[in-house]
C-alpha cells in the first residue's frame, strides 16, 4: 500500500495557468509538507500543515495556496504559472512524538514543467 | 538558525568498497533527530537511517552506518559493500524537537562503479 501518494506524477503546462498537486497519506500522521527540489536537487520547505493548520509557510509566493481539507490530504494549488516555477515538489507526512518531528514519509514527487 | 552541510557534491565508489558520506550541522538544540536520505533517478526520497542525538550508540542498518558525533556536530554515513543500486543522491537532515521542521543539506550525488 502507498504510504504517500501524489498526483499527478509529471504535470507540463503553459505559463500563465493555473494548476493543483493533490497529495494524501495514510499513515495516520498528523503534519504533512510541501518541499520544491530544484534543478540542482536542493530541497526546500514550503509549508507545513499540523492537523490541518498551517504551522510553517516559507518565503513562497502568494501564487502557491495549499489547502488541506483533512489531516490525510494537503493539496497544493499554484496560480499564474511561472518559468521559475518548474521543479519537482514532494510531498511528506510525519508524526510528531513529544514534540520531536520523527522520520518524514515522502510522495513519489511531480516533475511540474513550465512552458 | 538550523543548517545542514555537506561538503562532499559528488562521490564514486568501486562496487563492493566503502564509502563514507559526511555531514556536519549546526543547532544549539540538545535534542533532536539525525537522517539520511536516499534519492535514487526514480527521484523517491527513501529513508536509509535515523539517529536520536540523545543516543550515544549510532545507528545501523545493514550495509549502511552512521557515525554521530554530538560533540563535533558530525554525523557521516557509511556504506559497506556498495552495490549499483546505492546509485543516488544522498541528503542528510536535521529535525529540531518543535516547529515541525526539517533542515536538509544539499546533498552527495554518489555513482558505484561496477
Known amino acids: 500500500d502507498t504510504a504517500v501518494s501524489q498526483t499527478p506524477k509529471y504535470l507540463v503546462t503553459q505559463m500563465g495557468n493555473d494548476k493543483s498537486i493533490k497529495c494524501e497519506q495514510n499513515l495516520g500522521h498528523d503534519t504533512m509538507y510541501w518541499y520544491k527540489q530544484d534543478s540542482k536537487k536542493f530541497l526546500k520547505i514550503m509549508f507545513s500543515?499540523?492537523?490541518?493548520?498551517?504551522?510553517i509557510n516559507e518565503t513562497v509566493p502568494n501564487r502557491f495556496s495549499p489547502k488541506s481539507p483533512d489531516k490525510a490530504h494537503l493539496n497544493l494549488h499554484i496560480n499564474s504559472l511561472e518559468l521559475g516555477d518548474s521543479a519537482v515538489y514532494f510531498c511528506?507526512?510525519?508524526?510528531?512524538?513529544?514534540?520531536?518531528?520523527?522520520?518524514?514519509?515522502f510522495g513519489p514527487g511531480t516533475r511540474l514543467t513550465v512552458l | 538558525a538550523q543548517t545542514v552541510t555537506q561538503s562532499q557534491p559528488e562521490m564514486s565508489v568501486q562496487e563492493a568498497e566503502t564509502v563514507t558520506l559526511s555531514c556536519t550541522y549546526d543547532t544549539s538544540e540538545s535534542n533532536y533527530y539525525l537522517f539520511w536520505y536516499k534519492q535514487p533517478p526514480s527521484r523517491q526520497m527513501i529513508l536509509v537511517i535515523r539517529?536520536?542525538?540523545?543516543?550515544?550508540q549510532n545507528a545501523t542498518e545493514n550495509r549502511f552506518s552512521v557515525n554521530f558525533q554530538k560533540a563535533a556536530k558530525s554525523f557521516s554515513l557509511k556504506i559497506s559493500d556498495s552495490q549499483l543500486g546505492d546509485t543516488a543522491m544522498y541528503f542528510c537532515?536535521?529535525?529540531?524537537?518543535?516547529?515541525?521542521?526539517?533542515?536538509f543539506g544539499t546533498g552527495t550525488s554518489l555513482t558505484v562503479i561496477p
Open positions: 500543515y499540523n492537523n490541518k493548520e498551517l504551522i
Open positions: 539517529q536520536e542525538a540523545y543516543k550515544q
Open positions: 537532515a536535521f529535525s529540531k524537537n518543535t516547529g515541525n521542521q526539517f533542515y
Open positions: 511528506a507526512s510525519s508524526q510528531d512524538f513529544k514534540g520531536l518531528t520523527d522520520t518524514q514519509y
